[in-house]
């Protein structure tokens, strides 16, 4: 069973262009969490999804950012008009199911670079 | 929100035990404390999972008292392999938002 699968690994983007994530979640989990790590800081939730639903996208930025977790295929984190302050690794976790024993299983995350 | 309060770096030497402990008030009451061991450029990875008292599988042990106000990570015998950062995470009692701590850089010397 493949785990959780992120690509790109590392996105260079110029300030104003878009970039886009993508998340395949392990087999059989249908709860799709992305978060945000900031050089040296620590890991900030941004959006929770479940399968074509938007679960609470509390995390994420009103302006830019949005989030789609598709019937059919991957997760899609997507940063329009790309700024500096977006530069971050970007992961994505999944989990069978939502409860009090919920386990995420974390991808190897995205490194952002806008330049 | 559930404030998570953990102590930013601790130093070892190998073979030592190692405890780590987060506090966080208000996390909510039937949702389980789950910690996180998170290597440079990987994601973070599964270490333990509790609700209450001592939970124990073959890489650690999580103390978490009775008022549930904080836990312990306890990793005995570190090796220089278990140089990482160390998150605890636990579900906001009021919002049911998960709540990531700020993470434990831990550093293992031969």
Known sequence: NAGVMQNPRHLVRRRGQEARLRCSPMKGHSHVYWYRQLPEEGLKFMVYLQKENIIDESGMPKERFSAEFPKEGPSILRIQQVVRGDSAAYFCASSPRRGREETQYFGPGTRLLVL | ?110
């Open chain 2, 1 to 110: 929100l559930a404030k998570t309060t953990q102590p930013i770096s601790m130093d070892s030497y190998e073979g030592q035990e190692v405890n780590i402990t987060c506090s966080h008030n208000n996390i909510a009451t039937n949702d389980y404390i789950t910690w996180y061991q998170q290597f440079p450029s990987q994601g973070p990875r599964f270490i333990i999972q509790g609700y209450k008292t001592k939970v124990t599988n073959e890489v650690a042990s999580l103390f978490i008292p009775a008022d549930r106000k904080s836990s312990t990570l306890s990793l005995p015998r570190v090796s220089l392999s278990d140089t990482a950062v160390y998150y605890c995470l636990v579900v906001d009692g009021n919002t049911g938002k998960l709540i990531f701590g700020q993470g434990t850089t831990l550093q293992v010397k031969p």
